[in-house]
């Protein structure tokens, strides 16, 4: 298992246009999520997945956000007519349920947005 | 609720020197505690975690973390610190049995010569 795979690492956008994120995990993992680090900030927590099932979104997540997860393997993120303020980070990260001997993620790479 | 504060955005110490980074957290259950550190242009990783049973956890590249439920810490350490541990560091805190992480503002090690 090559760890978790983000695509793309780098997306540079205009303001107001649609953009689309990848995210690969673990294959073994049931777990997934999205999370969005600014500077000299922590990761915020933006929406989970168990299998196929989005089960928590964050209220920092407006409308024009996204995400799927088909058939619980790879998921996208969409943002609808970005703006400035989306510039930013996006992380995966997947993860091991069950156990908490699980718990713990493993990231991926990280896709930079930047919105002009 | 959970939350995580990280005390001291920025830490300097000598290569050799003992390396401490602070974590305090705020959780209304046990919680389980992580700790991540992220090189430059790379996503976090895993260093050590407290889940279940001893308090002392070892983790990679000779870092270790006590949990402290009556200081409500989870301070890092390591003996002995080399140039490659030069980067950022962060303290997060899960509750819940989504595996839902809560993640401080970070910590930035800088190691001198």
């Known amino acids: 298992d090559t760890g978790v795979s983000q695509d793309p690492r780098h997306k540079i956008t205009k303001r107001g246009q649609n953009v689309t994120f990848r995210c690969d995990p673990i294959s073994e993992h049931n777990r997934l999520y999205w999370y969005r680090q600014t500077l000299g900030q922590g990761p915020e927590f933006l929406t989970y997945?168990?299998?196929?099932?989005?089960?928590?979104k964050s209220r920092l997540l407006s409308d024009r956000f996204s995400a799927e997860r088909p058939k619980g393997s790879f998921s996208t993120l969409e943002i609808q007519r970005t703006e400035q303020g989306d510039s930013a980070m996006y992380l995966c990260?997947?993860?091991?349920?069950?156990?908490?001997?699980?718990?713990?993620?493993?990231f991926g790479s990280g896709t930079r947005l930047t919105v002009v | 609720a959970q939350s995580v504060t990280q005390l001291g955005s920025h830490v300097s110490v000598s290569e050799g020197a003992l390396v401490l980074l602070r974590c305090n957290y705020s959780?209304?259950?046990?919680?389980?505690l992580f700790w991540y550190v992220q090189y430059p242009n790379q996503g976090l990783q895993l260093l050590l975690k407290y889940t279940t049973g001893a308090t002392l956890v070892k983790g990679i590249n000779g870092f270790e973390a006590e949990f402290k439920k009556s200081e409500t810490s989870f301070h890092l350490t390591k003996p002995s610190a080399h140039m490659s541990d030069a980067a950022e560091y962060f303290c997060a805190v899960t509750n819940t049995n989504a595996g839902k992480s809560t993640f401080g503002d970070g910590t930035t090690l800088t190691v001198k010569p």
């Open positions: 990260a997947s993860s091991g349920g069950g156990d908490p001997a699980n718990y713990g993620y493993t």
């Open positions: 997945f168990q299998n196929e099932a989005q089960l928590e």
């Open positions: 959780s209304s259950v046990p919680p389980y």
